[in-house]
């Protein structure tokens, strides 16, 4: 629950002349600067983006810690560079995310009784491109090193400003670009040990509507906007064991991400300076790939995300240092489950299929917001690969993601007697994927 001073209460109650840039405060805070947090992605739980090549998504991302086909090698094992031929690689990648997203009120009432309703915000979801960059090349026999640009968590989700929930979010853009340079150790035939530097660059801007309480009784909304961003750091690590010539397993491990997002919350005639503390949680993963005959490649991971040290959200004033907001978000750590396939058509192409599961880090519907409408999901995934020419390949997927309902029992600001958005998300994904590998 947010720990609101009582200040911030009796501003909220405030109906006296109108004053610029006088609306509820403690409502808008929670609520907005929350979404830095939990702004959902439809490729992979909670705010994480799968997508990191074009490749992976015709087998959805199953065993990718232990593929090693490509430069993009770098995100999913950075020890999977020394399988790859002793040349420079290049792997351009782009998947486009195609997302619906409607909400269904079940009985939502209004702020305060007193200001209307809404409506059921339109379509939230729209289209997204996810781009993805990565080079590699050997220094010795047995040292690789590599380079990848991509962007590992975001979201953008829009309402219209008459939406129910309008108190609680309308607008949500985020996105954490990771530049990654990388290095690889051939111990000897069976091992190789990966590491890599995470160089994260955060942005966020978050939009919600909140009452102008001054002017009633005229029942007006104003936008406020908050902006911020903020530059981290992490590590990942990657092992690759070559147990027979036919099977190998992959594991790795990226590290959280502190974040201490410095930006601005805007509203007409305020400008408060203010600081949100992120973390983008850690990863790691264990795959297996494994040809059962010449053909036919089985391919399967399990991948755990640690978003437990997501429990709260601590919002503050730079100038003052005033905490504004200390809310409760409850995050869990989750769980996803690929199981793929690659036949081997031809010399020139392979085919790709693969399922997966995602667990979502929200569990129930008091913490769920309209920024994170975000539920457990199953992928479906078909692709290929097409060699061009001795150097060059492409790459190709489809993958449709099923998103499960879910509900939301929500109160605005933490305080039912203001207002609780009570309804349901119905959500799904289909995602595109094209990638361009060169070696030279």
């Not at 004053?19 to 739980?45: E, N, T």
Request: glycine letters at 10%; hydrophobic letters at 40%; proline letters at 5%.
């Amino acid at each position: 629950m947010p720990n609101i001073r009582p200040s911030a209460l009796r501003a909220l109650l405030h109906v006296s002349k109108p004053r610029s840039g006088s609306f509820i405060w403690p409502l808008l805070l929670p609520q907005f600067v929350g979404g830095l947090l939990v702004s959902g992605s439809v490729v992979a739980a909670g705010f994480g983006l799968q997508n990191q090549n074009g490749a992976g998504t015709g087998y959805a991302y199953a065993g990718a810690a232990a593929m090693a086909e490509d430069a993009s090698t770098i995100y999913f094992n950075p020890a999977g560079m020394t399988h790859l031929s002793a040349h420079h690689h290049v792997s351009g990648a782009l998947s486009v995310l195609v997302r619906s997203l409607r909400f269904s009120d079940t009985g939502s009432n209004p702020l305060m009784g007193i200001y209307p309703l809404g409506n059921s915000g339109g379509q939230g979801g729209g289209v997204a491109a996810i781009p993805a960059a990565y080079w590699t090349m050997p220094v010795t026999s047995r040292l690789r090193i590599g380079l990848g640009l991509s962007p590992t968590f975001g979201n953008a989700t829009k309402w219209n400003d008459s939406f129910i929930g309008r108190y609680q979010g309308t607008f949500s853009d985020i996105t954490a670009i990771n530049f990654n340079p990388s290095l690889a150790w051939q111990v000897n035939g069976a091992l190789s040990l990966g590491l890599g530097l995470n160089v994260v660059r955060f942005d966020a801007d978050l939009r919600t509507m909140s009452p102008a309480t001054a002017l009633l009784p005229v029942r007006a909304d104003i936008e406020t906007r908050m902006t911020g961003s903020d530059i981290g750091f992490g590590y990942n690590l990657g092992a690759m064991i070559q147990l027979t010539p036919a099977t190998r397993i992959g594991a790795t491990y990226r590290s959280a991400v502190d974040l201490k997002v410095e930006g601005h919350l805007k509203a007409p005639g305020s400008d408060i300076p203010t600081f949100v503390s992120v973390e983008l949680p850690a990863t790691a993963s264990l795959a297996l790939s494994h040809w059962i005959s010449e053909r036919w490649q089985l391919l399967g991971d399990l991948t755990w995300t640690g978003w437990n040290g997501i429990q709260a959200l601590t919002a503050g004033s730079r100038t003052s240092g005033t905490i504004l907001v200390n809310e409760r978000l409850a995050f869990r750590n989750s769980i996803r489950a690929g199981l793929g396939a690659q036949y081997r058509f031809s010399e020139a192409v392979r085919l790709r299929t693969g399922v997966a599961y995602d667990r979502s880090p929200v569990r129930n519907r008091e913490d769920r917001t309209v920024r994170l409408p975000d539920a457990d999901r199953i992928w479906l995934a078909f692709g290929f690969n097409c060699r061009l020419t001795e150097h060059t390949s492409i790459d190709t997927g489809y993958a449709y993601v099923f998103i499960g309902s879910a509900s939301i029992d929500r109160a605005t600001a933490d305080d039912p007697l203001l207002q609780k958005v009570h309804g349901r998300f119905d959500s799904s994904a289909h995602i595109f994927s094209v990638q361009l590998n060169h070696r030279f």
